[in-house]
C-alpha cells in the first residue's frame, strides 16, 4: 500500500529502495497468511513495527497527531503478535496485523514526518552481503542501534516506553524511562522467538566494515551516525 519497492544487486553488494512502484489496488485478505511458516509471518509482523518505529523516531521530535496514530498502530501490532502466537489459527489477530502492516506504510503516520529508517538502510546493506531474513536482522539491529542513540532521542524513547509499552513514568526519569523502552522491546523479541544476535541467524564471518560503510545514512534519524558508530553496532550484534 505504498509506491516504494527493494531491489538487490547482488553483484556491487547493494540493496536499496526504489520509489515510484505506485500499485492499481491492495488485497489485504489474511487468508493469504494462514498458509506461510510461522517463522515468517512473525517476522512480517515485526518489519511492521520497525515501520512504525522507523517513521516516530523521524522529525519533527514533538508528537503531531500522526505520532498519536503510530502509537496505537505499533500498540496493535504488539497485542496482535502475541494473540497469534497463542492462537496460530485466530484469523482476527491475523486481520488486524495485515491491516496494521498496511497502516505502518501506506503514508498515513508520514503526514508531518521525514522519517528515520536507518535501522532498515543498516539491515539492507547487511541483507546485501548475506542472505538475512528482513524482519529478524531488523530484531537483532533495533535495540543495538537505539541504545547508541541515547541520549538524543530519549525524549521520544521515554513516551514510547508510556504510550506503546505500558511503563509508569511515576518516579522515573527521561533517560530511565528511555531505557526502559529498549529493554521493553528486547524482552519482546525474545519472547516472540526472533533472534537477538546475528550469531543466532548462522552470521558470523562477514565484512563488517563494508557494510557500516555502504550504509545510507538517513535524514530523518535524531543521530547523524559515522562509519565507526555503525561498524560498532554491527561488532555488537554478532
Same mark, same amino acid.
Given at each position: 500500500m $505504498?509506491?516504494?519497492? /527493494?531491489?538487490? %544487486?547482488?553483484?556491487? $553488494?547493494?540493496?536499496?529502495? /526504489?520509489?515510484?512502484?505506485?500499485?492499481?489496488?491492495a488485497i489485504l485478505d489474511p487468508e493469504y497468511t494462514m498458509t506461510m511458516p510461522m517463522n515468517q509471518v512473525i517476522s512480517g509482523a515485526f518489519d511492521s513495527l520497525s515501520h512504525s518505529m522507523e517513521t516516530y523516531m523521524g522529525s519533527p521530535r514533538e508528537v503531531n497527531?500522526?505520532? +498519536?496514530? $503510530?502509537?496505537?498502530?505499533?500498540?496493535?501490532?504488539?497485542?496482535?503478535?502475541?494473540?497469534?502466537?497463542?492462537?496460530p489459527a485466530d484469523r482476527q489477530s491475523r486481520s +488486524?496485523? /495485515?491491516?496494521a502492516a498496511a497502516m505502518a506504510e501506506n503514508g498515513i503516520l508520514k503526514f508531518g514526518k521525514v522519517t528515520d529508517f536507518q535501522s532498515h538502510?543498516?539491515? %539492507?546493506?547487511?541483507?546485501?552481503?548475506?542472505d538475512c531474513n528482513?524482519?529478524?536482522?531488523?530484531?537483532?539491529?533495533?535495540?543495538?542501534?537505539y541504545r547508541h542513540m541515547i541520549p538524543e532521542a530519549n525524549r521520544q524513547?521515554?513516551?514510547?516506553?508510556?504510550? /506503546?509499552?505500558?511503563?509508569?513514568p511515576d518516579g522515573k526519569s +527521561?533517560?530511565?524511562?528511555? +531505557?526502559?523502552?529498549i529493554t521493553a522491546l528486547s524482552d519482546f523479541i525474545k519472547e516472540i522467538g526472533l533472534p537477538t544476535?546475528?550469531?543466532e541467524m548462522g552470521i558470523a564471518d562477514i565484512d563488517l566494515e563494508a557494510i557500516a560503510k555502504s550504509t545510507i545514512r538517513t535524514d530523518g534519524c535524531v543521530k547523524k551516525f559515522t562509519d565507526e558508530e555503525l561498524l560498532a553496532v554491527l561488532k555488537e550484534c554478532i
Open positions: $505504498n509506491c516504494g519497492a /527493494v531491489i538487490t %544487486h547482488e553483484e556491487k $553488494n547493494l540493496k536499496n529502495g /526504489v520509489m515510484g512502484a505506485f500499485y492499481d489496488f497527531y500522526s505520532d +498519536e496514530i $503510530n502509537e496505537a498502530t505499533q500498540r496493535n501490532i504488539i497485542r496482535n503478535i502475541r494473540a497469534m502466537l497463542i492462537d +488486524e496485523l /495485515v491491516w538502510m543498516l539491515e %539492507h546493506q547487511l541483507g546485501a552481503y548475506t528482513h524482519g529478524r536482522g531488523l530484531a537483532v539491529l533495533h535495540p543495538m542501534l524513547f521515554a513516551r514510547l516506553a508510556a504510550e /506503546v509499552w505500558g511503563v509508569s +527521561e533517560a530511565e524511562l528511555a +531505557e526502559s523502552f544476535t546475528l550469531t
